[in-house]
C-alpha cells in the first residue's frame, strides 16, 4: 500500500489490527500520536482505536502562578482561580509556556511510566513510622506537578511523536512543535500532518472533503491524493462555542422570565417544582478572599450548555431552513412546535420542555438569517455558514474531482454530533449541486467522529509502509527545524 495515495480503504493487514509495532533504527517501539485541540487535547498509542488520554485544553492558574490540569481539577472553586486557554480562536497555539506543559501533562498522566522508587522513597526501609510519614508527605508534593516529573525532563526518549495540526499553522508554530518534541522531550523521531488528512485517513479515503465541526471554529479541508490543498482550506467561528453563545441569547430572551445559567458548584440545595416555574433553591456564596475569578462560572457555565447541546438541541432538516415555508405555505417555524418536545431540568431545579427552541440554536450553522444576535454577537457574514463554506472550498478544487468529493463528503468534530447535522448538511448541499450524488460519511460511533483527526493519525503511525517518512532527531539537528516544512507538506 502506498503512502497516502490509494484512493481505496486500508485493508486490515495494512495496519496489523488491534496495535501495530513500527521499527526505528534497532528496537521496536509504537509512537505516540498527540492531537491538540481548542476544547480538549488527545494523545495516545499509534495502532489503538482511542486515545487513552484525553484532557481538557482549558487550564486553570492560581493566583501564586500554579498551573492546574485535567477535569477533575478544573471543577474545583479555588479562591482566585483563573480559567485559561493556550489556543488562540483559530486553533492554533498562543501561550507556548502553558501549551508545553498541558501536553506534557496529557502524556504524562496516562502513557508513560513513572520513575521507579527505592525502597526507602515508598518508606519500606525507613528507622521510623515519622520519617516513613515525612518521605510520603515530600513525594505526595511532587505528584502534584505534572505526574511527579520536572519539567523539560526527555521522557519520550524511545518514542516517535506525530502530531496533528490545522491547515492553516504558521511555519514558526510548526518549526516551535518539532524543537519541543525533539529537544525538550528527547523523542527519537517526528511527524506532522493536517487534521483534515488524518480525518479522511481514519474514513479510509484519501481523496475528500472533510468538515470538522470543533469548538471554536468549523473547518473545511479538500484532500486529493492523501495531500491537503490548501488553497481550498479554509475556516468559520460557526462551530460549537457559536451554538452555546445563541443558546445564552435564548436563554436571555425567554418568556415570560430569562433562564438563569446556575453551575452545580454554586447551588446547595433544591427543591423540585413543576416545568416552567422559578426555581427554588438555596445558593453558595463565596466572599472576595475565597471566590474563584469570574473565568471558573463561565466554564461551569459552558460545560452546562454542552449538556444542554447533547439533550436537547436539534438541527432542523424537515425540509429547507427553519424560517422557510413547507410545502402548503405552512412555515417550518410551525411544524417545528409540533415535533417530539425534549425536556432539561438545570441544577439549580429549574426544568422546562421545549419544543421549536430546541432548533433555534443550531440553525445559524446554516441559515445566518436565523442567527440570533445582540451588542456582542453580531451578525454572522452569509459567506461563513457551513454549506458556503463547503462551496468556496469546492471552488479552489479542479472541476473533475468536485464530484468525486461531494461523494466523499467526511464529517468529524463532537460539534458535528448534534442530532440532525449530517443530514442537514447533505440537504443544504443538494440545493446547490443538484445533479452529482451527495453522500456524506459520518461515524455513527461517538469517539470515532468526536476523535476523527486522532484515529486517523493512529493508522497512519502504525503502517508499516510509514516508517520512512519519520523525521529522525539527526536529521532536525542537520537541518534545523526549517526541516519540518520541507517534509511535512
Known sequence: ????????????????GELQLIRYDVDEISALVLDPGASSTRAGFAGEDTPKSVV???YGRTPSNKYIFGDESLHTPLPGLDILNPMAEDGTVEDWDAVQKLWEYTIKSRLTVPKQRTSKQIGLNNDSLEESAETMKEEGNQAMDIDGA??????????????SE???NSTKNREKSIEIALESWGAPAFWMARSGQLAAFASGKSTAIVVDVGARSTSVTPVHDG???RKGALRTPLAGDFVSKQLRLQFGANNPQPIALTPGYLVANKVPVEAGQPALATYRSFSPETAPHSSFRRLQEDNLLHGFKESVVEVWNKGGPRL????????NEEIARNEQPRPFEFPDGYNQVFTVEQFRAAEGLFDVRAALTSEDSPAPDAKLSIPALVQQSLNQVDIDTRTFMLGNIVVSGAGSLLRGFTDRLVQELGQNYPSPKIKAHAPGNLYERRFAS????????SLGTFHQMWISKKEYEENGASIVEKRCK
Open 1 to 16: 500500500m502506498s503512502f497516502l495515495g490509494n484512493t481505496s480503504q486500508p485493508k486490515q493487514d495494512d495496519y496489523g
Open 56 to 58: 481538557s485544553t482549558y
Open 150 to 163: 520536572e519539567e523539560g525532563e526527555a521522557f519520550l526518549q524511545e518514542q516517535p511523536l506525530l502530531m
Open 166 to 168: 490545522p491547515a492553516w
Open 227 to 229: 495531500m491537503v490543498l
Open 324 to 331: 422557510s415555508s413547507a410545502v402548503g405555505g405552512i412555515s
Open 454 to 461: 486522532w484515529v486517523g493519525g493512529s493508522i497512519l503511525s
